[in-house]
């Protein structure tokens, strides 16, 4: 069995990222809820973004933690059962970690496609508009190429 500070050591790393992400988070969150420009969509959608990477980090803080403890519980040694389940339980944790993080980034791939689908159609409003007028005043369009 490796020696109990490199399950410490390796425990501590996972566990200051988790808390890293955190205070990232919550940062991010507070620019989002202070931002006037936001509409109430984009304001849901980074309630729930929020709410779905705080449970994130803070399962890797818990992933961390329980990696570091893997060193120091005696009964590790005394019971390979629960050694084994203990695993597991970890193994299952990171499942969920990767299904979590999976779930956020197909969320913030379609919010930048929803993003991308408003930005096409006001410029396309916006062209629409701006050849009304040149027709309207008797302008020909610009050539772009020159």
């Known amino acids: 069995m490796p020696n109990a500070t490199t399950y410490l050591g390796f ?7 988790g808390i890293a992400l955190i205070c990232f988070h919550v940062r991010a969150h507070r620019r ?9 969509s984009d304001r849901r959608f980074f309630a ?8 994130t980090s803070a399962l890797t803080v818990t992933l961390g933690s329980l990696i570091g403890l893997c060193g120091y519980l005696q ?5 390979p059962i629960f050694a084994t389940c203990y695993v597991i339980g970890m193994l299952m944790l990171a499942l969920w970690l990767i299904l979590l993080a999976l779930s956020d980034a197909i969320a913030s791939r379609v919010y930048a496609g929803q993003l991308e ?21 008797g302008l020909e369009p610009r050539n772009e190429s020159s």
Do not use: P
């Open 32 to 40: 989002h809820k202070t931002d006037t420009e936001l509409s109430e």
């Open 48 to 55: 729930h973004q929020y709410a779905r990477r705080m449970q």
């Open 11 to 17: 425990g501590s790393i996972v566990a200051s990222l």
């Open 117 to 137: 689908r408003r930005h096409k159609r006001a410029c396309k409003t916006l062209q629409q508009a701006l050849a009304e007028v040149r027709q309207a005043h």
């Open 75 to 79: 009964v590790f040694e005394e019971s």
